[in-house]
């Protein structure tokens, strides 16, 4: 199947600081990207809507601000996590689509574990 | 607020047996059904979705949607203790836009 690759797979970072995650459709192009954030034994919470060539439709509670998305190409669509804070450390999730929304395949990356310290 | 519930488990069946999850949805709207699978500290894969109601059958995994009582189930006959893993089930509108997760049911199969 087609693949979605994340990284860095795993990161640690000082509080207050910035920390870029990438999230990449190896095989296809991709004009939706979701990403995704899942604390301990929860589920993965819908954090925004990445499209290519346009802002991100970020999900009701998510900081705009804060966390920085950007679609710049087919391909890529990347997520900052703005002045880090204990608090932010999570396990992110990107997911993009393969074909049309209504009727594509969803592909997970492998997801980018961030704890700030 | 739209919710998908399920009952966090842990489910433990003994090998070779019956795996029964279940999961609830509260948005009538839903139409598209998904379950996944996702191993500690990895990504969910795709199991099997659902679109329609009645059962759906892919190998040893038996989808069920119910619309009417907004139930969606899934059946994992002849489970292995490679199945131990935590299964998701997630509602959306259409296809795999904006699609709204479950909490999740761990699942635990015993030798």
């Known amino acids: 199947g087609a693949v979605v690759s994340q990284h860095p797979s795993w990161v640690i970072c000082k509080s207050g600081t910035s920390v870029k995650i990438e999230c990449r459709s190896l095989?296809?192009?991709?004009?939706?990207m979701f990403w995704y954030r899942q604390f301990p034994k929860q589920s993965l919470m819908l954090m925004a809507t990445?499209?290519?060539?346009?802002?991100?439709?970020?999900e009701q509670g998510v900081e705009k601000d804060k966390f920085l998305i950007n679609h710049a190409s087919l391909t890529l669509s990347t997520l900052t996590v703005t002045s880090a804070h204990p608090e932010d450390s999570s396990f992110y999730i990107c997911?993009?689509?393969?074909?049309?929304?209504?009727?594509?395949?969803?592909?997970f990356g492998e997801g980018s574990r961030l704890t700030v310290l | 607020q739209k919710e998908v519930e399920q009952n966090s488990g842990p489910l433990s069946v003994p090998e070779g047996a019956i795996a029964s999850l279940n999961c609830t949805y509260s948005?009538?709207?839903?139409?598209?059904f998904f379950w996944y699978r996702q191993y500690s500290g990895k990504s969910p894969e795709l199991i099997m979705f659902?679109?329609?109601?009645g059962d759906k059958e892919d190998g040893r995994f038996t989808a069920q949607l119910n619309k009417a009582s907004q139930y969606v189930s899934l059946l994992i006959r002849d489970s292995q203790p490679s199945d131990s893993a935590t299964y998701l089930c997630?509602?959306?509108?259409?296809?795999?836009?904006?699609?709204?997760f479950g909490a999740g049911t761990r699942l635990a199969v015993h030798p």
């Open positions: 997911s993009a689509i393969q074909g049309a929304p209504a009727t594509g395949e969803l592909f």
């Open positions: 095989d296809f192009q991709a004009t939706t």
């Open positions: 990445s499209n290519e060539g346009s802002k991100a439709t970020y």
């Open positions: 948005d009538r709207g839903s139409q598209s």
């Open positions: 659902i679109y329609s109601n």
């Open positions: 997630a509602g959306g509108a259409g296809g795999y836009n904006k699609l709204i």
